[in-house]
């Protein structure tokens, strides 16, 4: 089962603006590069900057929460990260504040068990409730009641 990462209006849109200005000093910096016999290194620069852009925009839109049989798998861009779905203690909405790694401001928060590795993690699908749902059915140590998950004592 795949859910999307809702995308955050603001990041869109600060990501539209980046594409303009990384498109526009990327020609203005080849055109000083052939045209006026800027210096060489610019054609590297070039197409660095072009590069950034791409896996920017990259990890913004392609973004999905994907369960896979008894794994819960985060897929940012090329990142991809595998969680046990036995190591999850509770997922619970949450208003956490802007310093928390999920830029939404009404995201789901998950807790690990005690023994696992992490401690928290932030996410922000954009069908929570199906999301919730679908942990709850890959694991029957977890229980859904409408608004969290979470496992049983």
Same mark, same amino acid.
Request: glycine share 8%; net charge neutral.
């Given at each position: 089962?795949?859910?999307?990462? +809702?995308?955050? *209006? /603001?990041?869109?849109?600060?990501? &539209?603006?980046?594409?303009?200005?990384? @498109? =526009?000093?990327? !020609? %203005?910096?080849?055109?000083?590069?052939?045209?006026?016999?800027?210096?060489?290194?610019?054609?590297?620069?070039?197409?660095?900057?072009?590069?950034?852009?791409?896996?920017?925009?990259?990890?913004?839109?392609?973004?999905?929460?994907?369960?896979?049989?008894?794994?819960?798998?985060?897929?940012?861009?090329?990142?991809? +990260?595998?969680? *046990? /779905?036995?190591?999850?203690?509770? &997922?619970?909405?949450?208003?956490?504040? @802007? =310093?928390?790694? !999920? %830029?939404?401001?009404?995201?789901?928060?998950?807790?690990?068990?005690?023994?696992?590795?992490?401690?928290?993690?932030?996410?922000?699908?954009?069908?929570?409730?199906?999301?919730?749902?679908?942990?709850?059915?890959?694991?029957?140590?977890?229980?859904?009641?409408?608004?969290?998950?979470?496992?049983?004592?």
């Amino acid at each position: 089962m795949t859910f999307r990462a +809702r995308r955050e *209006p /603001i990041l869109v849109g600060v990501l &539209v603006v980046d594409g303009i200005v990384t @498109l =526009g000093v990327a !020609a %203005w910096l080849l055109y000083w590069a052939i045209a006026l016999h800027g210096s060489p290194i610019l054609y590297g620069v070039v197409p660095s900057l072009i590069l950034s852009f791409v896996f920017a925009a990259w990890m913004l839109l392609r973004s999905t929460y994907e369960i896979e049989g008894s794994d819960f798998v985060i897929v940012q861009g090329p990142s991809r +990260r595998t969680i *046990p /779905i036995a190591t999850i203690a509770e &997922v619970f909405p949450t208003q956490a504040g @802007l =310093g928390t790694p !999920a %830029w939404a401001r009404n995201k789901l928060q998950v807790l690990f068990v005690p023994s696992a590795k992490q401690r928290t993690l932030f996410l922000d699908p954009e069908d929570r409730e199906a999301l919730l749902r679908g942990l709850a059915e890959a694991d029957p140590g977890l229980a859904f009641d409408g608004q969290r998950v979470t496992r049983a004592a």
